[in-house]
């Protein structure tokens, strides 16, 4: 009971990101006609008047689950809200700054909500479709009560099967125009709506608490025209090719009778092998025009055009999360410069209220896929893109079971297994310590500690000689693919998670924790060899496979892997191909780290030739599409995009040796490439690198932040520290 009770204030404890406590006065509403079926839309209608403009009022804007807002006829937020949410019971808020927006005398806020209604394995569902709006300053009050209007808007419907697939909480939409109300959300609108009714407080339920969203606003492309359109040959579908793969909302101005039902949808429509979402509209007499408000992604959107329709135009607009592109490699290989190219962009394309695996067949953040991909953000995106990693980490431990289990796709509401090697990966060296030493970002770990000390030693238990037990949790998976050796992967993830904990606990001062660390940590390097050692390869006792290429490189990257081995192992590496994308990114870590940089390069090329060959912007979840593609096989998975981290931080050697770049190492191992250049954005501004190899020597041309401080290692060189500003180094 003890124990039990402990635990409970564990979990609890881990909830920092409850809201504010300055008091709400705006109520949830919606209207009576609403019963909160899935895919409910809403509008909702407010004047207010103001008699003197502030220089500031931040508008409290939460919703279940999506809102787009207008004031004064001008559209102010195209899709807030996050999925829901924090925690299993809780919900998020925007803030959202509308002074600008307003003017004196009448001011009309109009809000359209989109209910998903329904679960998914990226969402959970509070089953009430409503909205909550409160904005407060000296002589300025705007509040959701029932002096709003709200009404369903009946122009939103289902469309037939096909529909998404279970693990999506979005519906297909459809809009049939002939019920429009044209013009709602504007000042000359007269018709009345009917009067919203209040049905919960703020911070009750079955809201929960409220949140403040922790990632920015989604940046919004605008409209934009397609690069190239083209009809079939029947002259029925309207092909529109995008720029790359990106997150879109579809457009169109067509001239049409009524009734007319246009489909819309995208080249990625079954990307993954399940239906994802699509679009319909249903035409009203006249020149109309409609944008789609939910999201899609893929290289094409498609346009289902029946006779009698025509398309007087066609656009899209890309939306995506706020961050920029403002890290960067190139090299003398233009393979490797278009490989760092497409994992950026199926990093960003993955990216949204989530990490998330793919954008497409569920839109989930497992926590597989984000270490990997939070490692990435540090080397291709601008700092805002880190705050999406430290959300995840909430949302993770707060959804922690009362067994102490921590499992993902997180938030989730039809989910709630465990696959514990990810779960290990997640809260170790490359998961949360990553997260926190490359931005320096410390908030994250008092809160979290305890669940995650929870997990590592009432969860996971130890044999007599002091190694982790194999735990088959609800999923046992180490990986895609054949030849798994979960027994090695177990240990060296184990390990790194023990690592990243100690940390944790130095930095917490919990020194019996870290002590504890620290012992066990040691009695694994003591048995490792000696359970898994053959003299040639570690293998687990009863592993039947081939020599697993994945548990190599774990020994290697955690450490637990002696030097003496390195020649070895590098002969497994050089014939063992059982990686899939997602664990391959170790793979190449443990040949930079073996200084075997030309063969890794080699191994890079050789194992992404293929999912290069195709043209997509985009990198897939298995080596190939179709049979050869992993779980589905989705062609953006940011899980992929390994080499992204390597060639920036291996290649060109650039590595944080204190937190958030404040010192760093630069010590580039271009193995047979003659050039090569990366620059990363940190919080002191950005690191940039030259690196032009002649003979066995290297030059550098290197930019230092101010604040910051690198260290240069290069071949056969004493290490030399360098401070701000530009250097020339030979």
């Not at 982790?468 to 609800?474: F, L, M, S």
């Not at 080699?602 to 992993?630: I, Q």
Request: negative net charge; proline residues 5%; contains cysteine.
């Amino acid at each position: 009971m003890k124990h039990l009770l402990l635990l409970l204030i564990t979990l609890l404890g881990c909830q920092p990101i409850a809201g504010k406590a300055e008091a709400w006065k705006g109520r949830w509403i919606n209207t009576e006609q609403c019963q909160s079926a899935t895919n409910t839309w809403l509008t909702y209608r407010k004047t207010v008047t103001v008699d003197k403009l502030p220089q500031s009022l931040i508008a409290k804007i939460a919703t279940d689950t999506k809102y787009w807002l207008w004031i004064n006829d001008q559209l102010v937020v195209f899709e807030g809200g996050l999925k829901r949410g924090p925690s299993m019971h809780d919900s998020y808020y925007d803030p959202v700054e509308i002074a600008p927006y307003l003017k004196k005398g009448d001011n009309l806020i109009a809000v359209l909500v989109w209910h998903f209604g329904k679960d998914g394995f990226c969402h959970v569902n509070s089953g009430k479709a409503a909205l909550l709006f409160d904005a407060q300053a000296d002589g300025i009050e705007i509040i959701s009560d029932d002096s709003w209007q709200c009404a369903v808007y009946g122009a939103y419907q289902n469309t037939e099967a096909p529909f998404p697939n279970f693990r999506l909480p979005e519906s297909n939409i459809r809009f049939d125009a002939r019920q429009e109300m044209i013009g709602w959300m504007s000042a000359g609108f007269t018709k009345h709506l009917p009067q919203a009714v209040m049905i919960a407080d703020a911070n009750e339920p079955p809201f929960g608490k409220l949140v403040e969203r922790p990632i920015p606003q989604w940046k919004d492309y605008g409209l934009k025209a397609y690069p190239q359109t083209r009809y079939s040959a029947t002259k029925d579908t309207l092909f529109c090719k995008l720029p790359y793969n990106c997150h879109i909302t579809p457009y169109l101005k067509v001239n049409a009778s009524a009734g007319k039902t246009i489909q819309m949808l995208t080249d990625n429509y079954e990307g993954g092998s399940t239906p994802n979402v699509r679009a319909e509209y249903i035409t009203r007499d006249g020149v109309q025009e409609y944008e789609s408000y939910g999201w899609m992604n893929g290289h094409e959107v498609w346009y289902l055009v029946p006779e009698g329709v025509d398309v007087l135009e066609v656009k899209f607009r890309e939306t995506g999360y706020n961050a920029e592109f403002s890290g960067s490699f190139h090299s003398n290989d233009e393979f490797l410069n278009e490989l760092w190219k497409r994992s950026a962009r199926t990093l960003y394309v993955t990216m949204r209220d989530t990490y998330m695996d793919c954008p497409d067949r569920e839109r989930s953040q497992w926590w597989g896929d984000e270490v990997n991909e939070l490692g990435e953000a540090f080397y291709a995106l601008s700092p805002s893109s880190w705050q999406l990693a430290t959300k995840g980490i909430y949302e993770l431990m707060n959804f922690q079971r009362k067994d102490g289990v921590i499992y993902s796709p997180v938030p989730a509401g039809n989910w709630f297994k465990e696959l514990p090697l990810q779960m290990l990966a997640s809260v170790g060296w490359y998961g949360f310590y990553t997260q926190y030493f490359f931005s320096a970002d410390s908030s994250f770990v008092a809160p979290i500690y305890d669940g995650l000390h929870t997990y590592l030693h009432k969860v996971w238990k130890l044999d007599q000689s002091g190694l982790p037990v194999e735990r088959a949790g609800d999923w046992t998976w180490g990986d895609w693919g054949d030849n798994v050796d979960l027994g090695v992967l177990t240990t060296c993830w184990y390990y790194l998670a023990l690592k990243a904990e100690r940390e944790f606990a130095l930095q917490l001062g919990k020194q019996t924790d870290a002590d504890r660390n620290l012992q066990l940590m040691q009695t694994i390097e003591k048995c490792f060899d000696t359970k898994y050692w053959t003299g040639t390869c570690y293998r687990s006792p009863g592993y039947k496979g081939e020599t697993d290429d994945r548990s190599q490189a774990m020994a290697i990257v955690s450490g637990l892997a002696t030097k003496d081995k390195y020649p070895a192992l590098t002969k497994v590496l050089k014939t063992e191909y059982h990686a899939s994308p997602y664990m391959e990114k170790y793979v190449l870590e443990a040949l930079f780290q073996m200084k075997e940089s030309s063969f890794a390069i080699e191994r890079m090329k050789n194992r992404y030739n293929k999912m290069m060959s195709y043209p997509y912007t985009t990198l897939f979840e298995g080596w190939d599409v179709g049979p050869g593609g992993f779980g589905g096989g989705t062609i953006n998975h940011a899980w992929s995009g390994g080499p992204l981290t390597i060639l920036s931080q291996k290649l060109c050697g650039l590595e944080p040796t204190s937190p958030g770049f404040k010192t760093f190492n630069v010590s580039p191992d271009l193995g047979s490439l003659k050039e090569a250049s990366a620059t990363i954005e940190t919080q002191f501004g950005f690191i940039r690198v030259d690196i032009k190899k002649q003979g066995k020597s290297l030059t550098l041309k290197l930019e230092v932040p101010e604040g910051t401080e690198a260290k240069v290692l290069l071949p056969n060189q004493k290490a030399k520290v360098y401070g701000a500003g530009a250097h020339d180094i030979k």
